[in-house]
């Protein structure tokens, strides 16, 4: 069965960091372009990063762009977001997603999601 | 608020037709693929249609997506209880170099 399951979303004070993980299954994470996508308790979807199937290229969401980080290990299947300088409005679910074939705004497969709460 | 339009709510009965419009700009829905997701209440999105109006394996045809122009549309027909959930439309945005969300449609079966 193909899956995607995230982890290490937890409660964090304002400037502080937190690693989220996406362990893949069922499939090669090489193969595909991983994306995070975030929604905040309440309101819409949001696309916050992408990584190149090799790992060599990444793109952000402005409102994220030089505190979180992107990356991949495809040898353990797992996709990571390293998020820096935490904000109370980076408080939401995040999901990883599988990169679709047919564009770059398809997500194929999604996580159950992982709760971030940015709160002192 | 979301580059991409989109009615915040809709409702119909069930065995009823209900339509949700998706409209954006030339830098995202008039140069990309269309896409649109069904989130459930307490779940994880899931693919609807994909590049415009195909549906992936297991998605019944009573959903279907159409695209002209700047904007798109998602149908509905026959009309399940258990199609009450949000919709969401995605395409990529040439302008912002990366996919842009719709704000999302809750639809209501009554």
């Known amino acids: 069965e193909v899956q995607l399951v995230e982890s290490g979303g937890g409660l964090v004070q304002p400037g502080g960091s937190l690693r989220l993980s996406c362990a893949a299954s069922g499939f090669s994470l090489s193969s595909y372009w991983m994306n995070w996508v975030r929604q905040a308790p309440g309101k819409g979807l949001v696309w916050v990063s992408r990584?190149?199937?090799?790992?060599?290229?990444?793109i952000y969401t402005d409102s994220v762009k030089g505190r979180f980080t992107i990356s991949r290990d495809n040898a353990s299947n797992t996709l990571y977001l390293q998020m820096n300088s935490l904000r109370a409005d980076d408080t939401a679910v995040y999901y990883c997603?599988?990169?679709?074939?047919?564009?770059?705004?398809?997500?194929?497969?999604w996580g159950q999601g992982t709760m971030v709460t940015v709160s002192s | 608020q979301s580059v991409l339009t989109q009615p915040p709510s809709a409702s119909g009965t069930p065995g009823q037709r209900v339509t949700i419009s998706c409209s954006g700009s030339s830098s995202n829905i008039g140069s990309s693929a269309v896409n649109w997701y069904q989130q459930l209440p307490g779940t994880a999105p899931k693919l609807l249609i994909h590049t415009n109006n195909q549906r992936p394996s297991g998605v019944p045809d009573r959903f279907s997506g159409s695209k002209s122009g700047t904007s798109a549309s998602l149908a509905i027909t026959g009309l399940l209880s258990e199609d009450e959930a949000d919709y969401y439309c995605v395409a990529w945005d040439d302008s912002l170099n990366g996919p842009v969300f719709g704000g999302g449609t809750k639809l209501t079966v009554l």
């Open positions: 990584i190149k199937d090799d790992g060599t290229g990444t």
């Open positions: 997603a599988r990169g679709g074939l047919g564009s770059w705004s398809e997500f194929d497969v």
